[in-house]
């Protein structure tokens, strides 16, 4: 098959940035307007100098991915039955309506390879296959995800794509599947700017529109390369269920913070929110960071049995808002203070002329922390209104300089502020 050539793409990007991504691009030139609440250090602070310019521009990912994944939770023990599950109780609990529409199988749904070398689905855990399973996911409104490996086998050693893309493709296509993740495992030592075009290639020229979340686990900084090949790039290595694991890929992925946007987001991998490992207060951090940085929402709990607090999590939708906002632009973290910074102050533009604001204690006592507008980019002398999204009120109405909060051990609030100014109310 003759290969697209990917430079067409980014010269056009260079050249034509309007005619391109003028969908991406004009929500921000408000901001470059620059209002007069701004001060000069805000598009340093916020810098997007790479927003919109590296889409791959297939339609999706106007906003980061919601759903779910099977594996944080059930790793390799899956079937049929338990991803039909998870998508009724997606629609029981009205998350669906909230926006997590993908249910996205992980590895292990695929054992071997036909004597014509296709993929088959494991006849024991997904005897009806996966078209049958997409007929019924679709019945609900909602959409299927696979999973493949851009390598000679899966990370559970399964039958991998590497070489196979095109067959594989068609045949996720002719499942009317929606969404692919593709992983990094046995991948003979190519380099992932070698492995992953070759499947971006194939799903195209299937036809379906098909979301393309490349796992790659940021070895090779996705961010400067993948937004002209997937929908979202892993910029680290996995998750796991715990505070550890969680701060230490927030940090990780926060470099990267000028690369997202509508098209192409950073993926800091899937929420472990609900299954056990960390404290209600940690989890709500997880879940604020992870929407402030404009990450994938992908639940990794049982859906089917959630507690009281997880469903409170995963289902606050100011929270939800934020990580959807039309603006797409990843907020970051903007000032750290104590010993070990681990008192921060995280930040992000929303369209509207609005930021969100989180204040996050990583100490283990309580503390007062506080953002100071100068870090926010902000004019001093502005006055603000603060809304709170975890308490869902107002907690101030004419802030100026600077907002503070008391915030527990672990614990992470998060806020919209709304400058407040008669020249802003002119505008809109
Ligand atoms: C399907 O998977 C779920 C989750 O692991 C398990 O509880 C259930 O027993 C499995 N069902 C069958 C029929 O194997
Ligand atoms: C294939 O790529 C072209 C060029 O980027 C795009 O316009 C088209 O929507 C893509 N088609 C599919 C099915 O992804
Ligand atoms: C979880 O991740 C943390 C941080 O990367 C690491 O120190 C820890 O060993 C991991 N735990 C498990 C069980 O893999
Ligand atoms: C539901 O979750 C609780 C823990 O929150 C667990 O103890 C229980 O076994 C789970 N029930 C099922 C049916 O999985
Ligand atoms: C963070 O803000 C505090 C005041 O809240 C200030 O003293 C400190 O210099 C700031 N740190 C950085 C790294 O900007």
């Known amino acids: 098959m003759a290969k697209r050539n990917i430079f067409t793409l980014s010269v056009f990007t260079l050249i034509l940035p309007l005619a391109i991504a003028g969908r991406a691009i004009v929500p921000l030139l408000q901001f470059q307007d620059k209002p007069s609440f701004l001060s000069p250090t805000f598009s340093r602070i916020f810098d997007t100098s790479m927003y919109g310019t590296l889409q791959l521009n297939n339609g999706l990912a106007q906003t980061p991915q919601m759903g779910w994944n099977s594996w944080n939770f059930f790793a390799c023990d899956i079937n049929e039955t338990v991803i039909k599950e998870t998508a009724d109780a997606l629609i029981s609990t009205g998350l669906a309506d909230l926006g997590y529409v993908y249910v996205n199988i992980d590895d292990c749904w695929c054992p071997t390879r036909n004597s014509e070398g296709q993929l088959v689905p494991d006849p024991k855990t997904f005897p009806s296959g996966i078209k049958a399973l997409a007929d019924y996911i679709h019945g609900k409104g909602l959409k299927l995800g696979i999973y493949s490996d851009a390598g000679v086998f899966t990370c559970q050693v399964r039958p991998g794509s590497l070489y196979h893309e095109s067959d594989d493709a068609k045949l996720f296509a002719s499942?009317?599947?929606?969404?692919?993740?593709?992983?990094?495992?046995?991948?003979?030592?190519?380099?992932?700017?070698?492995?992953?075009?070759?499947?971006?290639?194939?799903?195209?020229?299937?036809?379906?529109?098909?979301?393309?979340?490349?796992?790659?686990?940021?070895?090779?900084?996705?961010?400067?390369?993948?937004?002209?090949?997937?929908?979202?790039?892993?910029?680290?290595?996995?998750?796991?269920?715990?505070w550890a694991s969680m701060t230490t890929i927030a940090d990780l992925n926060d470099k990267w913070a000028s690369y997202a946007g509508p098209g192409g987001w950073n993926d800091p991998d899937m929420l472990e929110v609900g299954n056990g490992g960390m404290s209600y207060q940690e989890y709500r951090a997880?879940?604020?960071?992870?929407?402030?940085?404009?990450?994938?929402?992908?639940?990794?709990?049982?859906?089917?049995n959630m507690t009281a607090e997880t469903y409170e999590i995963l289902s606050n939708d100011e929270v939800i808002a934020v990580n959807q906002d039309s603006l797409g632009v990843q907020g970051r973290k903007v000032n750290v203070s104590g010993t070990d910074g681990v008192y921060q102050v995280w930040a992000g533009p929303l369209s509207g002329h609005r930021l969100a604001v989180a204040l996050w204690n990583r100490g283990s006592k309580a503390k007062t922390i506080t953002a100071k507008w100068e870090a926010l980019g902000l004019q001093s002398s502005i006055t603000v209104a603060v809304r709170d999204l975890w308490q869902h009120k107002e907690v101030a109405e004419n802030a100026v300089s600077s907002f503070g909060a008391l915030v527990d051990a672990h614990d992470c609030h998060l806020y919209i502020f709304t400058p407040q100014t008669e020249s802003l109310r002119n505008v809109f």
């Not at 997880?286 to 089917?304: E, N, Q, T, Y």
């Open 175 to 242: 499942w009317d599947v929606d969404y692919l993740k593709y992983d990094n495992c046995y991948n003979l030592g190519i380099p992932p700017k070698d492995r992953y075009p070759p499947m971006r290639e194939a799903l195209n020229a299937s036809g379906r529109t098909i979301f393309y979340s490349i796992c790659e686990w940021g070895v090779d900084d996705p961010a400067l390369w993948a937004g002209k090949v997937g929908n979202s790039w892993r910029t680290t290595d996995d998750i796991n269920d715990s």
């Open 286 to 304: 997880h879940f604020s960071i992870w929407a402030l940085m404009k990450a994938p929402l992908l639940i990794g709990c049982d859906v089917r």
